[in-house]
């Protein structure tokens, strides 16, 4: 995918986050976290707890824990977390209703770009059956200076396989993630799952959707714009 090489509007490299895009990771998760808060003395909404974690990297996790605290947490918390998460998603975790037939359907390279480490990437895809069509093309934050809301990841996924930051489209379904497409200078479409569409607008999706059936058709549609 040389730089420079795209017909105009159409795309070069399809970007996926993972919790909440791929596999369906987002509810089990935060339930987990939400629960821990409580042990720790804060008590918050499942709203609460999306608003201030979903999409952030497990470093930013336990900052904003720390503000809430008025102090580190343990500095266990992170481990005991990614126990009890993983122990969580043996027996919960699935797949994002179509994306097995979402990815069939691409006609350009993929890959995964991602708040969550290696190891938490392996496991989950791996859980669903999606390793195999990710193995070699996974990217973390753990590889880049800043995580989201910074572009660095996609800008990192992009350079390393060849594509132009504008002919990359981002598939994210936070604003968190979003915010960090557009950063990019990359199209973002918003996945609406647990994140109201509304919210996805306000932080800059260029398209949104609700059913990863459609997805193949508005990547052959390209930029918007374009």
Known sequence: MPEG?????????????????????????????KQMLQELGIVMTMDSVLDHFLGRSM?????TIAQLLGRPPPASFADDYRVKTTAAFATQLRQVAGVDSALDNLSIPY???????????????????????FDGRLFSVTEVARGKPA????????RTLGAAPSACVVIEDTPTGVSAGVAADMTVF???????????VAAGAHRIFGDMCELSRLIDLGRPGA
């Open 5 to 33: 090489n795209a017909i105009l509007g159409q795309f070069e490299l399809v970007i996926f986050d993972c919790d909440g895009v791929l596999v369906d990771s987002e509810p089990i998760a935060n339930l987990v976290l």
């Open 59 to 63: 470093q930013q996790c336990v900052q």
């Open 111 to 133: 890959c995964v770009a991602s708040s969550s480490d290696h190891a938490r990437l392996r496991t989950t895809l791996g859980m669903v059956g999606l390793l195999p069509r």
């Open 190 to 200: 918003g996945y609406a799952a647990l994140t109201p569409r509304s919210r996805l």
């Open 151 to 158: 572009p660095d990841v996609f800008l990192h996924a992009a």
